[in-house]
């Protein structure tokens, strides 16, 4: 195997390990291992197929950070930043130094979190499994072999899954645990199979260092026009986010993670992290080609055993099967992972109470209380008597992964939107006509015609109209899309129901925003809902 070990090993981070360590392997010998190890299988087309065991998704509750010197007075504590002592995790640090001396095998890869050369951060991943390995130098991005001999890495992932936390002697709240340690540039995972912990944490990693540059951390896609306008895309899962932001007329940067600095949009990743449940060829034919990709990951895809043939409809084994391939196993591609710095933003919800249009411009002060907000709303469940749609907010689009105050990042968005012009919109691409279970779901041709006006400007010189409820500009008439849907209201046959849902909805927002309200400005806090709250 060829293999490319650098002069500040393992040994001089104070890692003392008798096992045999494969530094940055290549894509090819990491696939070959893993099977020889019985980590996965060879699928008919050339993807290796692996199971992750009981966790499928990430363990969001057995994730804490060090609260220390450099946490304490900077990282938003709560719900989704759960603290841990430094004695715990000086324990927890110690049971992994003396794990790792026994290990027969470690995998070894040095990378970096961002495409952007003087805002990249180094990173060093230690597994002991092969196919983590893989999965990690797919997803971050990769050096040039010339990089890798004086590689010293500024920040350390360490991931065993065989290791087991001890509640009392670690602080975990189970045997599994993603522990973040700011002070000493330590992250330790373990008890856990599934590849996106590394990746997610390499996410919050980048979270918590940018800002401190003035460079705003983002959970978006990002695509370039023909002419050199880039488009970043907010949204949660089931906004639409992957594919509007996949268009064979733009140019793709990125599907998830992206910096924004003084002069680019930037990429943080190298690869891409999609979802395989019930993907069609029909649907999406540049994700579905990576399934036939050698060097492709695919997380609890169900395979036949004999042919070997993949079964993207079956999700007994996870609901949430993923693929990881990197980013030029997509057609049309950035060379260098980014682009110019924004000329529009989109933030994407999928209203499932019908209340929404289609599309509205904002103000940075909208801009900023929704991206505050981060709204979408969940469809009526498969619970027995549940019929109504359940309102999601998860602050910047991405509240699992952003360490600081959310107000941050805010700022942030705010200041760049003021600085570079940026016409921001809110798209909606859930429902018309009523609410889910009355209404349809919005014509997906009409959103990308919208969003084409959007993206190529003809959208900012048509007529507008001042929305009665969110006080955000909405488009009379836009050519190529029927008039009609672009008043919510008018598209509800019962406009009664209207009225009330849109109350309810305005009360939603409210009492979500009321936990920045202090933290924000008065020009914020007055570009929230304005309609009557229906407790009024």
């Known amino acids: 195997m060829t293999e490319r070990t650098p002069a500040y090993g393992l040994d001089q981070q104070g890692i003392s390990t008798s096992a045999d360590i494969h530094w940055n392997l290549e894509r090819a010998p990491l696939v070959e291992t893993a099977i020889q190890r019985g980590e ?15 966790h499928t998704g990430r363990s969001a509750k057995d994730k804490f950070t060090v609260k220390d010197s450099v946490s304490e007075n900077t990282v938003w504590w709560g719900k989704t930043n759960v603290p841990m002592s430094e004695e715990h995790f ?3 640090r110690a049971d ?10 470690l995998f070894v890869a040095d990378l970096y979190g961002g495409s952007q050369p003087e805002h990249r951060v180094k990173v060093r991943v230690v597994n002991e499994y092969a196919w983590h390995n893989l999965f990690i130098r797919t997803m971050l991005v990769r050096p040039d072999a010339a990089d890798l001999a004086g590689f010293m890495p500024e920040y350390t992932i360490i991931d065993l899954p065989s290791f087991r936390a001890d509640r009392e002697r670690h602080g975990t709240r189970s045997e599994t645990v993603i522990a973040v340690s700011l002070k000493e540039k330590l992250i330790l995972i373990g008890g856990t199979e599934y590849g996106g912990e590394m990746k ?12 401190e540059k003035g460079i705003m951390p983002m959970h978006c896609s990002a695509n370039i026009g023909k002419d050199g306008d880039t488009a970043i895309f ?20 990125g599907d998830d993670e992206h910096g924004w600095s003084d002069s680019a949009v930037f990429n943080f990743e190298g690869g891409c992290y999609a979802k395989m449940i019930r993907l069609s060829e029909e649907a999406e034919p540049e994700i ?12 609890n895809v169900v395979m036949d055993p004999v042919t070997r043939e993949l079964d993207f409809d079956d999700a007994s084994l996870a609901e949430n099967s993923r693929g990881a391939y990197p980013i030029d196993y997509i057609p049309n591609t950035s060379e260098d992972n980014l682009g110019p710095v924004p000329k529009t933003i989109i933030m994407l919800t999928a209203d499932a109470f019908g209340v929404l249009p289609p599309i509205a411009r904002l103000t940075p002060d909208q801009a900023m209380y929704h991206f505050l907000s981060g709204y979408t709303a969940k469809v009526a469940g498969t619970e027995i008597g549940v019929t109504e749609p359940e309102a999601t907010f998860s602050t910047c689009f991405g509240a699992p992964f952003m360490p600081r105050h959310p107000t941050v990042y805010g700022n942030l968005l705010k200041e760049r939107i003021a600085k570079g012009g940026v016409t921001v919109w809110l798209v909606n691409t ?6 889910y279970g009355v209404g349809h779901r919005m014509p997906i041709r009409a959103t990308r015609a919208l969003l084409n006006a959007a993206l190529d400007g003809s959208l900012n010189d048509v007529e507008f109209r001042k929305d009665p409820n969110f006080g955000f500009e909405v488009p009379v008439s836009v050519p190529d899309v029927d008039d009609s849907i672009l008043e919510p209201r008018e598209t509800w046959d019962d406009k009664d129901a209207y009225d009330a849902t849109a109350a309810k909805l305005v009360d939603l927002f409210n009492e979500n925003f009321a936990i ?18 229906a407790n009024a």
Do not use: C
């Open 40 to 54: 996965g299988q060879l699928a008919k087309h050339g993807p290796i197929v692996v199971k992750t065991g009981k």
């Open 90 to 92: 000086a324990n927890l």
């Open 96 to 105: 992994f130094m003396d794990a790792l001396k026994d290990k027969d095998t």
């Open 200 to 211: 997610k944490s390499v996410f919050g990693l980048l979270n918590f260092l940018l800002p």
């Open 234 to 253: 907010f949204g949660l899962s089931g906004t639409g986010k992957t594919t509007l932001s996949a268009d064979p007329n733009r140019t793709l940067i």
């Open 288 to 299: 579905y080609g990576t399934t036939r990709k050698f060097g492709t990951i695919l997380e």
């Open 430 to 435: 859930g429902w018309t006509g009523g609410k």
């Open 516 to 533: 920045f309200a202090d933290h924000v400005d008065q020009g914020v806090r007055e570009a929230g809902p304005v309609g009557q709250p």
